[in-house]
């Protein structure tokens, strides 16, 4: 099993960019899949979650109406969009797949998550 993040990079502030995290190994199409951030010096924190169907979401307060999390459980894939980005959105960004987690909403902890991408960085630029 392994997720693999991509999409990362070096943007502006204000600029956007799309992550993706293809799924290997088996399908995640039952699961909720989410994504997390971890800048330097800090803990990892929750950025979004979503649904096994993409019907139901759930964002962080720092990235509700800039970010979107969809998927296509075809191609075993998790998407971000992000909008509008902030230089306090620096950070290694993770995918992870939750099979415990009841809602999207309790898959704001990281405890709950089984299998996880490597990371890709996200730097904006001031």
């Known amino acids: 099993v392994q997720l693999q993040a991509s999409g990362g990079g070096l943007v502006q502030a204000g600029g956007s960019l799309r992550l993706s995290c293809t799924a290997s190994g088996r399908t995640f199409s039952s699961d909720i899949m989410g994504w997390f951030r971890q800048a330097p010096g800090k803990e990892r924190e929750f950025v979004a979650a979503i649904g096994w169907w993409g019907g139901n979401t759930w964002y962080a307060d720092s990235v509700s109406g800039r970010f979107i999390i969809s998927r296509d459980n075809a191609k075993n894939t998790l998407y971000l969009q992000m909008n509008i980005l902030k230089p306090e959105d620096t950070a290694v960004y993770y995918c992870?797949?939750?099979?415990?987690?009841?809602?999207?909403?309790?898959?704001?902890?990281?405890?709950?998550?089984?299998?996880w991408g490597q990371g890709t960085q996200v730097t904006v630029s001031s």
């Open positions: 992870g797949v939750s099979r415990r987690a009841p809602t999207v909403v309790d898959a704001n902890r990281d405890a709950l998550y089984d299998f």
